[in-house]
């Protein structure tokens, strides 16, 4: 079982030849409306991926509501964590490339009402993982991740988009995932100084006993525990969007792990997974299905151990 303690946004996705320069217009044909927000995109891909899956989060008193529950509805995740808030439900403007690169700014509106309360002490169960992101008040990740430390099965903290976390909160998890820029800021603040991108994930797991997976975008992700360190490589795709890449990635994962695969075959699966999401516009729109991905095996990524 998946519980995601995280965000749910409406993604306003326009298309640009270019991503804007400051102070510039870019003219683009239309925009699509769709549902994304980190924590309900990897909500979505945990289920997709086949995991029983859970949402925890809030949405506003308005018509992007339902629009933004829509495909955790019909794919058939656990809504009944999810409250109203009197803000309005968060909205993302999603700008991408040509070239698939993306810039997303966040309205957080009812993200930012999301409470550790909401969750009932049912929730954290010996058979649980619990999925959190950073879009939703750190406060509030933080007294949930106290809760779940030690009652659930595994927490797992995808500290996307890149803030401060104290040592506290990462103490209690079990998988911390992260790019480039949110590993670097966290090593940092941990006072670690690494000479090479796999000492950073290597560098974290050894700091916080946990396992640290670094993902690298078109070239797979780095993963180290206490005694391993292994490279993921990435699915052979052209992309055409990458956003929700990352949470596919991640949904992925925890289910993977979730129904016993082990770590190194677990990742080989989410970065193809992600891989594919990323031949598709949009986040949820994105997301393939376990079948999906079982139908490319073919282009399961090469898994090398690193010395
Ligand atoms: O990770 C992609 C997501 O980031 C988008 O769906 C958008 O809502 C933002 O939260």
Redesign the pocket.
């Known amino acids: 079982m998946i519980v995601v303690f995280g965000?749910i946004?409406i993604?306003l996705v326009q298309r640009t030849p270019h991503l804007p320069a400051p102070g510039e217009t870019v003219l683009c044909d239309g925009y699509d409306l769709v549902p994304?927000?980190?924590g309900a995109?990897q909500a979505l891909a945990a289920a997709r991926a086949g995991a029983s899956t859970a949402m925890i989060g809030m949405v506003g008193p308005d018509a992007f509501a339902d629009a933004a529950l829509r495909d955790l509805s019909q794919t058939g995740v656990d809504l009944s964590g999810i409250g109203r808030s009197t803000r309005p439900t968060?909205c993302?403007s999603?700008h991408v490339a040509e070239d698939g690169e993306n810039a997303?700014v966040?309205s957080s509106g009812a993200n930012q009402t999301v409470t550790a309360n909401q969750a009932p002490d049912s929730t954290f169960t010996p058979d649980t993982t619990v999925l959190l992101q950073m879009?939703i008040p750190l406060s509030e990740n933080r007294a949930f991740l106290h809760r779940a430390h030690g009652a659930v099965r595994r927490a797992i903290l995808n500290a996307?988009p890149a803030g401060p976390i104290p040592d506290d909160a990462l103490d209690c998890l079990d998988i911390l995932v992260v790019n480039e820029g949110e590993g670097a800021m966290i090593a940092t603040q941990a006072g670690l100084s690494a000479s090479s991108l796999r000492d950073v994930p290597a560098q974290l797991a050894r700091r916080y006993d946990l396992t640290c997976i670094l993902t690298l975008g078109a070239d797979g992700a780095i993963i180290a525990s206490a005694d391993d360190i292994f490279s993921v490589g990435a699915a052979p795709v052209t992309p055409i969007d990458t956003?929700?890449a990352?949470?596919t990635f991640v949904g992925f994962l925890a289910a993977g792990l979730d129904s016993g695969l082990d770590l190194r075959t677990a990742s080989a699966r989410a970065s193809l997974a992600a891989g594919l999401a990323c031949t598709v516009t949009g986040?949820q729109t994105s997301i393939p299905t376990a079948l999906a991905v079982d139908a490319n095996l073919r282009h399961l990524p090469k898994v090398e151990t690193l010395n």
Do not use: F, L, P, Q
């Open positions: 965000s946004n993604d994304g927000g980190k995109n968060g993302a999603v997303i966040v879009e996307a956003t929700g990352g949470d986040a």
